[in-house]
């Protein structure tokens, strides 16, 4: 049993006299916000949280419950000052990334344990859980940004320290310390992505389907074709084929043969059974024969049962597994919970309608008489003047709202960013002020001030998202924490929580109506009053209304935003969605994908990483450092925070912001490594619609002028339509569309290019949920093409051949799934098999090459040889050799392409300079320099 495990099973032995499921799930909610406060108290440096959410005693939770026994308290003691830099040895902040994990595990497993109506609407556990999840990104992408690959490419001491960006991050280290497993790393998936969504996406599929069937007379069309039977089929003569024919004839006569002469033995048998027998039986010896043959049949199957047993008492024998029957009864449960969970949210969302209706009725009156006398009285104020200002015929009612919340008592949060906001504005109109001045004057380009370098961000700071989890424990806390649901074991909705719940909606539609009433009796008032006082304030307001109107205009005019290129062809203009949609099925770019999940994408955790990260790394031919290869958990994990977790839900991608927000992701590495498989199961996690414009699919698609355009207008409109998002665009070899050249084909790939760069930036904003996903198998070598695909993806992911151990698990995994999948009972086949050698012989080799391999070894016939002929290592040699193997000169061209597109290169260069004295002038230098550097720009 994992450690996790045997904690959750003490956590729940703890709650054991708890008498209702309601209570249990409370109690684990409870002791996850003293979690929760510990690890926000440790990220903010904040000594009296700490000691206030119980840090300061581990073995005591602070209202006298068993403390949860979660490692926050193993952080160690010598914390950082508040001032600190978030440096490669500063372990508190990946502890956090680690705990975040942890967390929203946790989350996932107890929000199962609610049914009771008014928490589910209210959304608590679900929003502490998204905003776990935004926590987890934020993090994520601090230890990218802040983390270099090696020590080697920090600037010396004395030099300010720079980011730079580097994907894959080391923990083993701090596993080690917390004597943690690495699956502690592992990002669970929320179900809700897709079950809270099941109906949206079962609309959307059958529309999918209905168009490929009434234009394509097809039910699906796959993202990949299967894989050809005779893919690796060696060359032969004609001789050898006739051969080989004549071979295969030959044995299918003869079995043919040996069915014929075994039917006319049959029918002899019959025929002599006929003869001997009178063609009478007596009734009660057939009933004795068949009595006797039923009796046999069932003492064989005992004594074989008994003698299974036995086995497997003495230990000669692994017990036969019961996990199957358990998983089913485990899945029933889950269903029959959710199913509850839906029945009475919608029970809930009956009674807060009848709830509103009633609370109109009774307490709306009054509502609106005391809101009516509320503001009457303002307005009486400021026309007589008795609040100490001179007196003012209000117009409407905004100086009511202004008088009643002033603005300094708006939140800090909101106030920090206006003013932030305000800063950047400023600075960027002091610098257009400046290019303006240095635009007509040669010299004065010196004279400059230099751009700031980013500083590395605080190592404990305050957040407005952790403020957002307080503020949420606290509402738990209030409300739910010491709530007794003794009276309540099915947990429906509780009527006083409603009324509460549904008491501010009414009141605030009761206000709009009674500001709504209130204005239009003003400007009745105003209307009167203006009407007898004609003349020169007359003439004035009229030259104020076209001031007016003049600067309404002009804002108008900001406001308007460029159409889209494809706005401007007359074939699209008039089309809405749902016949862009049929539009690209009929072209057969919306495709079928297979149904995989990130864990499908095997592979070991890397154990030494920070050793080797540490290490001096060089490469033997350039003398210059070599990073690491990733390991197919940090893939794993990549792809889920970058793609899954901020598409899955709708509240979480807007939230992220600007910069880390993820619009497009880079997939590279050799041919049968996974990229397409990834593409795949990220579409899967979350329900996604899957466009497919790969070079394959739009090579001689809509040739002509305007055929580009086309493509990827449809595409991206689709996409960013809600009601069938969220939305993955695939682009395999995505290096033919950003290839160089000056004459480009009216059909090709690389014709998207223009349109794709266009549509990617300014149709894509952060609350639409799509992504776009490019792979690529054989790097490009030009400058121009590795500087267009660096801009044009945010995150760019190696995928590599996999190292040995995940080349032991490939095999070990594959072959079990091919045995099991046949439906046949073959025991012991693996014990005889050395997965080991397996992996040893197959290094260099992609784990695409390791599947087809074992699928053409282990074929149906051969899995029911497996008891009288056992596998062997040999089998799998012959057809693994006719697989492409990467070779030095692939993997050495893919770490000259990952140096250039992370700028690896110019980083270790301008570190060499610094560390050997030499002047680095990172402006550009020379004006030749500049001028390059600012045409780059």
């Given at each position: ?5 045997r ?24 002791r996850l ?15 009296p949280?700490?000691r ?30 508040a ?19 942890r ?32 926590r ?9 940004k802040?983390n ?22 080391n ?17 669970p ?54 051969a080989?024919?004549?071979r ?37 010896v ?16 005992f004594?074989?049962?008994e ?45 807060v309608?009848?709830t ?62 206006a ?5 950047a ?10 290019d303006?001045?240095g ?27 952790t ?16 709530r ?5 074991p ?59 109107k003049g ?6 005019k ?28 009929n ?5 079928t994908?297979?149904?995989h999940?990130?864990?499908?994408f095997?592979g ?5 990483g920070t050793?080797?990260q540490h290490?001096?790394?060089k ?39 600007k ?11 050799p041919?049968?490594t996974?990229k ?19 070079p394959?699919?739009?090579n ?12 990827v ?34 059909d ?9 760069i266009?549509y ?11 992504i ?17 695909i ?6 760019h992911?190696y ?27 073959a025991?012991?086949?693996a ?40 596998l ?6 012959g ?23 992370t700028g ?5 260069e ?16 020379k004006?030749?320099?500049?001028g ?6």
């Open positions: 049993m994992s450690a996790g495990k904690r959750w099973e003490s956590s729940r032995s703890s709650c054991a006299s708890r008498t209702t499921p309601l209570e249990w799930s409370l109690e684990m909610v409870s916000s003293q979690t929760t406060a510990c690890v926000l108290a440790l990220e903010t440096h904040d000594a949280s700490r206030a959410a119980g840090a300061s005693t581990p073995g005591e939770h602070p209202r006298g419950l068993p403390a949860l026994q979660l490692p926050v308290h193993q952080v160690p003691a010598d914390l950082p000052e001032g600190g830099v978030l440096r490669r040895h500063d372990a508190p902040t990946e502890a956090s990334v680690r705990q975040e994990v967390r929203s595990r946790w989350l996932q497993s107890i929000f199962l344990f609610f049914l009771h109506g008014d928490m589910l609407l209210d959304g608590l556990p679900r929003r502490v859980l998204e905003m776990v999840m935004l987890v990104l934020q993090l994520k992408h601090l230890l990218v802040w270099p690959p090696s020590p080697e490419l920090q600037k010396p001491v004395g030099h300010e320290e720079e980011a730079f960006p580097w994907e894959y991050v923990l083993d280290d701090l596993l080690v310390d917390l004597k943690l497993p690495p699956e502690t790393l592992e990002v998936i929320p179900r809700y992505f897709k079950e809270d969504n099941t109906a949206a996406i079962r609309h959307r599929d059958n529309i999918v389907s209905g168009y490929m069937q009434l234009q394509l007379k097809v039910d699906s069309v796959w993202v990949e074709e299967a894989d050809a039977v005779d893919e690796f089929a060696e060359p032969m003569t004609l001789e050898q084929a006739i080989v024919i004549q295969n004839e030959r044995g299918r006569q003869g079995k043919q043969r040996a069915l014929v002469v075994e039917d006319l033995r049959k029918d002899e048998k019959r025929g002599n059974f006929a003869a001997s027998s009178d063609g009478d039986m007596d009734i009660e057939a009933a004795a024969n068949v009595q006797r043959l039923y009796r046999g049949f069932v003492s064989r199957r004594a074989s049962q003698r299974e047993t036995e086995l497997a008492f003495i230990g000669m024998k692994a017990p036969p597994p019961k996990e199957d029957d358990l998983a089913v009864e485990l899945q029933h449960v889950y269903e029959k919970r959710k199913h509850a969970q839906h029945e009475y949210q919608e029970e809930y969302v009956k009674a309608g009848d509103t209706e009633k609370l109109r009725e009774e307490e709306g009156p009054e509502m609106r008489e005391l809101l009516r006398e509320e503001r009457t009285a303002w307005i009486t104020s400021r026309i007589e003047g008795t609040d100490g200002r001179p007196p003012v015929f209000p117009e409407g009612l905004e100086d009511f709202y202004k008088d009643k919340e002033p603005t300094g008592e708006v939140k800090d949060g909101e106030d920090n960013a003013e932030e906001a305000k800063k504005k400023g600075k960027g109109d002091d610098k257009g002020k400046g303006k001045k635009k007509g004057k040669k010299g004065k380009g010196k004279s400059s001030e230099p751009e700031e370098i980013e500083k590395p961000p605080p190592l404990q700071a305050k957040t407005a998202l403020d957002a989890i307080m503020e949420s424990v606290t509402d738990f806390e209030t409300i739910w924490q010491d007794d649901e003794v009276a309540n099915e947990q429906r909705h509780d009527v006083k929580l409603t009324r509460d719940e549904v008491r501010p909606n009414v009141l605030e539609e009761v206000r709009l109506q009674v500001d709504k009433m209130l204005v239009e009796n003003l400007k009745k008032i105003k209307e009167q009053v203006d009407s007898k006082s004609k003349g020169k304030k007359g003439k004035g307001k009229k030259g104020k209304g076209k001031k007016g600067k309404k205009g002009k804002k108008d900001k406001k308007k935003q460029k159409p889209l290129p494809g706005d401007k062809v007359s074939e699209l203009k008039n089309m809405d969605e749902d016949q862009m949609l049929g539009n690209l099925i072209t057969r770019l919306v495709n994908y297979v149904p999940k990130i864990k499908d095997v070991d955790f890397n154990y030494l050793l080797y290490a001096e790394r490469d033997m031919d350039t003398e210059t450092f070599a990073p690491q290869n990733p390991s197919m958990a940090q893939i794993r994990a990549n792809v889920t925070e970058y793609a899954v977790l901020p598409l899955g839900s709708e509240d979480v991608k807007p939230k992220l912001g910069e880390l927000n993820v619009k497009s992701l880079l997939l590279y590495g041919p049968g996974g397409t498989m990834l593409a795949q199961a990220v579409a899967n996690e979350i329900g996604a619609l899957f466009i497919n414009l790969s394959e699919r739009t001689g698609l809509f040739p002509g002028k305007n055929g580009s355009v086309k493509i207008h449809l595409a991206f409109k689709v996409a960013i339509n809600k009601s069938l998002g969220p939305v993955v665009i695939y682009i395999d070899e995505v290096n033919q569309i950003f290839a160089g050249g000056k004459k480009k084909s009216s090709g790939a690389s014709r998207l290019k223009k349109d794709l266009k990617r930036n300014d149709c894509l904003k952060e609350e639409h949920r799509v776009i996903i490019g792979c690529i198998s054989s790097p490009p070598t030009s400058a121009s093409e590795i500087k267009d660096r801009s044009f993806f945010d995150k992911l995928l590599p051949c996999p190292d040995y151990a995940s080349r032991m698990m490939l095999w070990r995994q594959f072959v079990t799934k091919a045995v099991e999948e046949s439906g046949m009972d025991p012991g086949y014990d005889e098999l050395d997965f080991s050698a397996l992996a040893q012989i197959s290094g260099g080799y992609s784990a695409g090459s390791i599947r087809q391999t074992v699928s053409r070894v282990l074929t149906h016939r051969r899995i029911q040889r497996l008891a009288t002929r056992p062997g290592e040999k089998e799998f040699l057809p693994i050799s006719l697989f492409p193997h990467a070779s030095a000169g692939s993997e050495e061209a893919f770490r000259n392409f990952t140096r250039e597109l690896l290169g110019k980083r270790l301008i570190v060499d300079k610094l560390r050997r004295g030499e002047p680095i002038d990172e402006g550009g230098g004006k030749k320099g500049k390059k550097k600012g045409k780059k720009k």
